[in-house]
């Protein structure tokens, strides 16, 4: 079995030396500042919560799953306890308003949470964070008694939420849903329809669960424009705030799926159920793209979490497992064969993983610091840029991270050989559970679309640009340093904004030209940004060492940065390729040829 | 839940009007000719038998698993019926020598049958694919009296064979084994240790199960020249071949596993176990390579098929699922929303699949039909010739077919979305079927390290040269027709000759560097010898409509080979800078940096 431990020094060496964070938080209008102390205290606890409370569940959870009894939901032996711990911890309020009993921190500090609770046990972790993006909801588009009814038992982590969406005609075409909501005279309205897929969609582990529910009202218009959001909570709520009687929502089923099978994803039925409007009739889209946002940012750490889970249990594996001799002569002539990380193909997975883990940490937390950019400071051109900024980088930390994820777990499990398919070892839970990563809040196609058609050509490129000065700043003050990685991050930055110009032109006169490049392009810019990082990190690391000496840990920083720019980057010309030959080798087949 | 179809037409276009079969089997020295008429009839009957018998308990068997009951397994239900059928088809003996009891069919039709069974039913074509390699070690090592004594029954299909090669702490370092073989003085030696991941290690499907068995005699040579390999019945056998007693051989335990969960992986205990030595003492190794070769060849068919019926799948899913209109405007306007293979994305995965799927199928067929010019040819240099190349082309077909497989899987999962990552529709047990194929019978890194070091290096290129001449052929003869494409195919074919001088002129100073190519130098090779597979159908597919007009099946393999050569081939680049970046990347990093 693996043992995690919270990358407490990769991710301070990110947050301090590479992001300036403490700068960072200084700056923020919160109610109270962030310190360094503060910060490191929250991961010091978020750690031991991590390792002590959930990694130890985290397979069990896998191999007991979820049980529907009686119209209940029983989560696996333990979970409850964990999530005692968690309200007891204080970890629900964390970012909540303090208005509504939330502790006010900035939404960056719950992505560093969620990566550490996710690396542990991510089907627990969905428990809290289905919440967490019910609670941003509300905030933003609930009416003041709404927010006050709900909000602070979320906040205590009493009641937990939902987001139902999909329904099984309507999954990436949320438009078709049909899901109905029908006006009581009382003000509310009655739910009638079935959603699957709802993650965290009923448990045993707080006392009610508020469902954020997508319906139609009669007579709305076809297609997203008619679809309104509605606060449906399993028990409902008295005046004082007490749980009155139980609302007419039931659990159809928990699905059978190939991992995260310690959360309970759940086909839901409504029936004339109770439910309460939120934001403005018809406008249910654009508040369900309220939780949908923050939901994609923390996808991707879901994959970030699981990356950096596999990739310590395969390196712990490949510093222990012995089996055959170096190509240079034997290494520890003591034992009857080496460690396999003397393997150059060994060290190619294992550099894989941390080049790509750590490279997509660098990213997620630098959208995270931009996310508290865009809620603390005086509106204005700053804010609007970092919220700019968020928008391109959410899809972008969303699908690479999850595709990125994916392979690297995949190497883990390479590493672990035969035993990494055996259950015992955990490795092959990581990639079960992380396949879903790929697919849920929008799956990898649908985050393509998004960047390249909404986040770049719709904004005329204008937040690209404002990433490539960004990168020819850093390759500008990293000539001397490192030259020839300096060369091709600026390089890099030149052709992806000729790529995208040429793209966005193709698609001025044929739409379907966006499509075909959709993928690649998000892949390419995925390798492109972190090239940039890791550029960020090894000048970072090379800094550190001129004032602190050599250091294993900073000179790991900066091999990582060369296999990363001599090995892992040339992948963007693959993609490049693909995106320059454009529809015609996907468009012109006929269905029937298939 | 998917259903299969056997590919017969895709079969057939590459048997008759690419490959040459007709030609190929007139050309062996066979005690009965196979005929068009009869290699038809032998794929028309197993695709019934796949599709009818073994598909249907494809999903069954892998939800209820294998059981063990007081020392015996059980196989899922009807596992045991569809084997009763199968010997009663005569399937076992298919390719068995006729003087005991086979039908001497070439192997290569073997191949055929097994991707069409693999793709119906993985776990439980292991059963007689485990069987069909201990059959060909006894053919070739075995005494006369020995395979007079265990060869027919197995031809019969009443008994079933394994080979037990790893140990907890000897995979991929087969020489670190310890089960230890003490001479009786019967002749026989007692055989004491414990094998792990035994495949088809026991079940309730046939009489008597003959393991395969990797032992060291006393005062062996310590590694792999001190193996020697073992026929170990479960039950004796009398000399009359009637069954004696049961053997010390028992089921320590049912592996759990991340797939294949229909076939029985178990740890075996041999405790002082009755074994005959089959072929010289400490030869093991050499034996051993007689069931390995022939069985990686059959895990990358494993590959292939686990492929072609996700593609299937998803395939047929993405005519049927509606979701989003066109990027180009509706297609179904009576409908909701279109079906998602107008969605350039799906198609770019269906293209994928449906490039690596025939690709690796004209690959692997390829192999094949050299497998037969292997053995059924009057010694000389062609038949040498045709030996080498199979074992040029093993390490390409067993590692690239599974990764291509791997990916193959994945996407269509995606293409499914939400519902893919739920059991009922079939694909998320593709994926977990497929992962252990990169990884037993030698991973994808012990296959590089073979095709570069034994089988390019050691060889001085001779075979690799052999091909190149055939891919130059084939850019020649297709220059008029497909001219781009001949002209990649061209420059490949010399990048790869010149590509495989530099790293065989690095890895004379330093045999690092060999490993340190090694995956990047398979897969780019697996590209390469696709390209020319495409640019072979591609031809076939413009003669065959130049005789019997427009066809959107041959259309497809022009469109299919034209998205192979515009969006798949540029995969070769990025191999090739990973190649050129040497081992400096891998090698510099400390084990304590990582």
């Known amino acids: 079995m693996a043992h995690y431990k919270a990358p407490l020094r990769d991710i301070q060496f990110l947050l301090y030396q590479v992001l300036g964070a403490e700068h960072h938080y200084a700056s923020l209008n919160t109610s109270e500042t962030v310190t360094r102390d503060l910060l490191d205290a929250v991961l010091d ?36 306890e964990a999530y005692q711990a968690y309200t007891e911890g ?31 046990n991510m089907a627990w972790t969905l428990y809290p964070e289905l919440s967490h993006g019910a609670m941003n909801a509300l905030m933003v588009h609930g009416s003041a008694e709404q927010k006050q009814r709900f ?35 009382d003000g509310s309205y009655a739910i009638s329809g079935t959603k699957i897929f709802i993650s965290a969609g009923d448990h045993d582990m707080a006392e009610n669960i508020i469902h954020l529910v997508l319906a139609r009202l009669p007579d709305a218009p076809a297609g997203t424009k008619g679809i309104s959001l509605f606060i449906v909570p399993k028990f409902l709520v008295n005046e004082d705030g007490s749980l009155g009687e139980r609302n007419h929502v039931s659990v159809g089923a928990i699905e059978e799926k190939m991992g995260i099978h310690g959360n309970a994803t759940c086909v839901l039925n409504f029936e004339a159920a109770t439910g309460y409007l939120i934001g403005p009739e018809n406008q249910g ?14 996808v991707g750490v879901q994959g970030l979490g699981l990356m950096e ?16 001799r170096a190509l240079s002569g034997p290494k520890a002539p003591e034992e009857p064969a080496d460690p396999i990380i ?10 894989t993983q941390k080049a790509l883990t750590e490279g997509s ?156 490049a959709a993928v690649d392009y998000l892949m390419y810019s995925g390798y492109a940004v972190l090239a940039h990082f890791w550029l960020e990190m090894a000048v970072a690391a090379r800094q550190a060492m001129e004032s602190q000496g050599e250091d ?37 087949i006929a269905s029937d040829s298939f």
């Open 45 to 80: 606890e978020a750690a031991k919560f991590a390792e002590n409370e959930l990694a130890p569940l985290n397979r069990s959870g896998d191999e007991e799953g979820c049980e529907l009894d009686n119209g209940r939901v029983r989560s696996p032996k333990g979970f409850r």
């Open 90 to 120: 204080g970890w629900p309020s964390m970012t909540g308003d303090p208005q509504y009993d939330g502790q006010g921190l900035p939404h960056s500090v719950s992505m560093f949470v969620t990566e550490l609770i996710t690396s542990a």
């Open 151 to 185: 909000l602070p038992p979320m906040n205590r982590g009493e009641w937990t939420g939902t987001m139902c969406l999909t329904e099984a005609h309507a999954g990436s075409d949320v438009g078709l849903l049909r899901t109905k909501a029908e006006p009581n005279a």
């Open 285 to 298: 889209m654009r508040c369900m793209f309220t939780m949908m946002n923050a939901a994609r940012l923390f």
């Open 309 to 324: 889970a596999a990739f310590q249990a395969s390196r712990d594996y490949a510093k222990e497992r012995v089996q055959m």
């Open 342 to 351: 003397v393997h150059p193909d060994v060290r190619r997975m294992l550099l």
């Open 361 to 516: 940490r660098a990213l997620a937390y630098y959208a995270g610091l931009h996310t508290d950019l865009a809620e603390f400071q005086e509106a204005g051109e700053q804010r609007q840029q970092a919220d700019a900024m968020v928008d391109f980088l959410t899809p972008i930390v969303k699908a690479f991270l999850t595709e990125a994820g994916f392979e690297s777990v995949n190497h883990a499990l390479q590493i672990f050989g035969g035993h990494g398919f055996i259950r015992e070892t955990g490795v092959e839970q990581y990639v079960r559970d992380c396949r879903i990563t790929l697919i849920y809040e929008g799956t990898t196609q649908i985050q393509a679309l998004d960047l390249i058609g909404r986040k770049v050509v719709m904004n005329q490129g204008a937040t690209l640009l404002k990433f490539i000065e960004k990168m020819n700043a850093c390759a500008e003050s990293a000539k001397q340093a490192f030259p020839e990685h300096a060369h091709k991050l600026s390089m890099l930055a030149s052709e992806w904004g000729e790529m995208t110009m040429a793209i966005a032109a193709r698609a001025q006169e044929d739409p379907e030209e966006l499509g075909a």
């Open 552 to 588: 294993p840990y900073l000179a790991g920083k900066i091999e990582t940065a060369n296999f990363y720019f001599q090995r892992l980057l040339p992948r963007t010309g693959m993609h490049k390729a693909a995106i320059e030959a454009g529809k015609a080798p996907l468009m012109d």
